[in-house]
């Protein structure tokens, strides 16, 4: 038996504890500072969003396009309507090769050369100033065929892209190796393993990713500047020039009338409010399926 | 039924550490095989040599033959169809999170692209029959997630979704090691119970469970097998010196 030296027992002493007692409660004070740190910028921007627009708020401006300068009134129903159009065509294209990227990385490009050239491509992608995307797809899809809502959804939809597949790898790899091999020792083929278990395991944070990716471009106003350009009319046509909340917003903030300013106000909070409802809603939907238990 | 499995010269390796050397053994069909040994003895890379999950690792290697029934699994067949016809038990239970009590058990077959309702309903059933958990399950079948069940209930629920797809074989690599002793107990009965209709290989390092539930036992230690033998021979009257060590504590 080989002895060892055990310290002599410490006596817990009155001041140790103190101190422990002290610095309990200096690590609550200061994590619950952190929280409202983080929280205060929204409630305050969603708070002065409030103050500012809610009262320029009325029917007219979910269900009318800008008046002429000069008259009173209008509102903004073919920038939320064009804002739609624009999400949804760059939802279309960003989701699923973002996705398709992040499984090729996490799952079938290990430690090969064309996987970290797609994750370091990604990361590039994800630095790149959003006007600089903006000129690019001008120069791509714009010039000379002239402004166009398809070449907005595109520019939107490239953005989401580096978000959504570093996302996905990112949740894939989390997935513990006991999961898969549960699969493939039921004898099921990889690329299956790979959709109907690994994906489906990481799909709530493959959602959180798509959902942040979303919520970024939903507020992009630099791209659309050279590709969607806006619209004072109604246009929901995929190959014109389509109107968006937030070229919207740019445009009468900067405008010298003070109703187009309260208009402007208006659309940020609009805008916000509609980001944070489909984030909500999708969560939602997403969080049906989830069973009791599910981890 | 079961089948018999026939190895010989298998040899493994991971990178440039040589797992297994020249293990040579016969498993019978329609027994429990017990294979035993001190951690890091290759005992689990056999079995995982069994239905071809050694090279789902990348840098993992093989040679040798095992044959499966008739069939040489190596030349004669592809990873997914052989780890159809083999079952295996993991050591910690790892059912599917994302999916219901039903789903998990179902996955085997759905997976491979089988919908019909009403025999999915009949195979789950059964299953979970065979695996004991019924009983436990049956109300929430498609309310609880797998994941949702205690730690025994979760292993004799991928007990459930490994017979669920009619395996020839059942391999379980260590599966009670990280359960209480009732769910231990209840493990052991299944294999009993299971014995008589599918050939089980079980590596486990309690010796007490080797001589319960195995008529065959085999040793291990440093990437050889040492001996295979009767469970009762190897307990009683090993023929090598680090059988008996081993089983009398000296070491390992």
């Known amino acids: 038996m080989a002895t060892t030296t055990m310290p002599p027992p410490r006596r817990a002493r009155a001041s140790n504890r103190f101190l422990r007692v002290v610095i309990d409660h200096l690590a609550t004070v200061a994590a619950v500072g952190s929280t409202i740190v983080v929280m205060a910028p929204l409630i305050a921007i969603f708070g002065y969003l409030l103050f500012k627009g809610a009262s320029s708020l009325n029917v007219a401006f979910f269900t009318q396009i800008p008046k002429p300068v000069g008259e009173s009134g209008g509102g903004m129903a073919n920038s939320i309507v064009g804002s739609g159009v624009l999400l949804a065509i760059a939802s279309l294209m960003g989701v699923p090769i973002g996705i398709a990227g992040g499984i090729y990385i996490a799952e079938f490009g290990r430690n090969k050369r064309l996987a970290n050239m797609v994750r370091f491509t990604a990361d590039v992608l994800n630095g790149v100033p959003s006007i600089v995307m903006g000129i690019a797809i001008y120069t791509l899809l714009v010039a000379g065929k002239g402004y166009t809502a398809l070449s907005g959804g595109v520019a939107l939809g490239i953005m989401m892209i580096p978000t959504i597949t570093r996302t996905t790898e990112e949740m894939l790899l989390m997935v513990p190796l006991n999961v898969r091999e549960a699969a493939l020792g039921l004898g099921v083929p990889n690329w299956r393993s790979v959709l109907s278990i690994t994906l489906r395991t990481a799909s709530p944070g493959v959602i959180t990713g798509c959902m942040l990716a979303f919520a970024r471009v939903a507020g992009e106003t630099a791209p659309l500047l050279f590709t969607a350009f806006g619209n004072q009319y109604w246009s929901t046509s995929l190959t014109q020039p389509i109107a968006a909340l937030p070229l919207q917003i740019f445009v009468y903030a900067l405008s010298p009338y003070d109703e187009w300013h309260r208009l402007a106000w208006a659309g940020a909070l609009v805008l916000i409010v509609l980001i944070v409802v489909s984030v909500a809603l999708v969560r939602y939907v997403a969080g049906r399926g989830v069973l009791k238990g599910a981890s | ?252």
């Open chain 2, 1 to 252: 039924m079961g089948v018999a499995i026939e190895v010989s010269d298998l040899n493994a390796w991971y990178g440039t550490n040589h797992t297994l050397q020249n293990i040579s053994l016969k498993i019978p069909a329609n027994h429990a095989t017990a294979l035993i040994g001190p951690s890091g003895c290759g005992k689990s890379t056999f079995v995982r040599c069994l239905n071809r999950m050694h090279e789902t690792n990348p840098i993992a290697r093989v040679t040798g033959t095992v044959r499966v029934g008739p069939t040489d699994i190596y030349a004669q067949s592809s990873p997914v169809e052989i780890r159809r016809r083999i079952g295996m038990v993991f050591q910690r239970p790892n059912p599917f999170p994302t999916m219901s009590i039903y789903d998990n058990v179902a996955s085997g077959l759905r997976l491979n692209g089988y919908r019909n309702r009403k025999v999915l309903d009949e195979v789950v059933e059964r299953s979970l029959q065979q695996a004991a958990l019924w009983d436990e399950v049956k109300e929430d079948l498609k309310k609880k997630s797998g994941a949702s069940l205690s730690g025994g209930q979760q292993q004799r629920l991928c007990i459930a979704r490994a017979l669920a797809v009619d395996p020839e074989v059942m391999l379980m690599d260590e599966p009670a090691s990280a359960l209480d002793p009732v769910s231990t107990a209840k493990i052991e009965d299944l294999i009993f119970q299971l014995k008589s209709q599918y050939t089980i290989v079980i590596v486990t390092h309690n010796m007490q469970q080797a001589a319960r539930v195995a008529e065959n036992t085999g040793f291990f230690l440093n990437g050889k097998l040492v001996e295979f033998d009767a469970t009762h021979k190897i307990f009683t009257n090993p023929t090598d010196k680090r059988t008996e060590d081993y089983i009398t504590g000296r070491f390992g």
